[in-house]
């Protein structure tokens, strides 16, 4: 009974989107992984995602990408957990009861392998990115897009591969 009450949550990381959906609920948020920041003695964050950039235009405030780096898929770690933090409240709706239930578990698809393979401290740093914004349980999915059926049933796809 406390499977069917723990959330599951499917989170797509990309330099270009992050998208996390609920298979459950069929609730999603899928925008750019860009945060408007205000540099104070304290940086503020403004506005994530697709209105980061109004927010930015608005008020003078700089725009950090936390998950585009040349030779990493993180390039701000506190950033990316805030973006993901961010992301996984609005999917599992903060307001509504979803505080009582267990912590969700979560499957982090990762893009392809950057030249060559992930290394084991990428791995670690994804991987705790999910644990930190909540997880009860992480998962590095690497592979074709999972459906929502995959998802529930845990029957991955064997062209993927879970990394560990």
Known sequence: MLKSLTP???????????????????ATWDEVPEIALQDQPKPLILAVGNRAREAAAQTGARIATPLAHPRSLVSDFVLAQQLLKHSVRTVLDEGSFWRFLPSPHIVLHLPANPEGRYTHAELRTLKELALGCGANRAMLWQGPPLTDGELLSGQYPATGHILE
């Open 8 to 26: 599951l949550l499917y989170i797509a990381i990309s330099p270009e989107r992050l998208s996390v959906r609920n298979p459950k609920t069929g």
